[in-house]
């Protein structure tokens, strides 16, 4: 089994803002390209346009119809990845120590050289945010991208998560939630950011940003072309062609 660090010089980490995400999938398409060519490397994918596809995909949109009280219901586009947890279940029920949290920056690894997938942390994870490589057989995660993050090579504005940087509404946002004056400190603090699912104590460091209420009167409403309830197909045409006829 492995022991979680007693502390971590930082707590890398994302904040992700559900009232800006449109559900496009961009991040899951950029965190699939980067991870199948660079650290942990491949990313099984098999078979992917035949009859029996299988893969192994790090981070996942869902998406949910929610009825808030005394407003419209409204669409919310959830993704979810590894959570980089404080406590993390996925490390210390680990049987071979491949599962382990750096104490340097908080981010939750997988040493694939001595992972057996055995999947136990893919059970203890609440979340559902382990996956066992279909192709290589070991068990894989969000890496929060780490050989972009540090990499000097590249310049500084790609040093973040291949997720955030491709994110096109800038729904994710990526940083030390050890600081309290760093940008993603500030977000969680300005919007009531919160933990998901608190009640499993695991302390994730990754944040989610409530959606804002929408307002059930669209204020451009009175802009709008007007929706046409008439009916369509051939009934239509016929009912077009008899108007003008008449």
């Not at 009175?222 to 003008?244: C, H, Q």
Request: charged share 25%.
């Amino acid at each position: 089994m492995t022991d979680l660090p007693t502390h971590t010089d930082r707590k890398l980490g994302l904040v992700i803002d559900l009232d800006t995400c449109v559900g496009c999938h961009a991040c899951v398409v950029a965190c699939k390209g980067w991870n199948t060519e660079n650290y942990g490397a491949p990313l099984g994918d098999a078979d992917a346009y035949g009859a029996d596809p299988v893969g192994a995909f790090l981070n996942r949109v869902h998406t949910f119809e929610i009825q808030p009280d005394d407003a419209p219901a409204q669409i919310v586009h959830f993704p979810k990845s590894c959570l980089h947890c404080d406590d993390a279940p996925c490390v210390t029920v680990c049987p071979t120590g491949a599962s382990y949290k750096r104490s340097e920056d908080g981010i939750v690894l997988v040493n694939e050289s001595t992972c057996i997938g055995c999947g136990l942390c893919a059970w203890a994870c609440p979340y559902g945010a382990r996956e066992q490589d279909p192709v290589e057989k070991v068990m894989k995660k969000c890496t929060l991208c780490v050989d972009r993050i540090y990499n000097e090579a590249l310049p500084e504005i790609d040093r973040t998560p291949a997720c955030v940087r491709t994110c096109p509404a800038g729904a994710r946002h990526f940083g030390d939630l050890s600081d309290p004056e760093s940008d993603v400190s500030q977000l969680v603090e300005e919007r009531g950011g919160f933990d998901l699912m608190p009640e499993q104590g695991t302390r994730p460091v990754n944040k989610y940003l409530p959606p804002r209420p929408r307002d059930e009167i669209d204020v451009l409403a009175p802009f709008l072309a007007p929706v046409d309830d008439g009916p369509k197909g051939f009934l239509g045409w016929l009912d077009r062609t008899l108007d003008r006829i008449g």
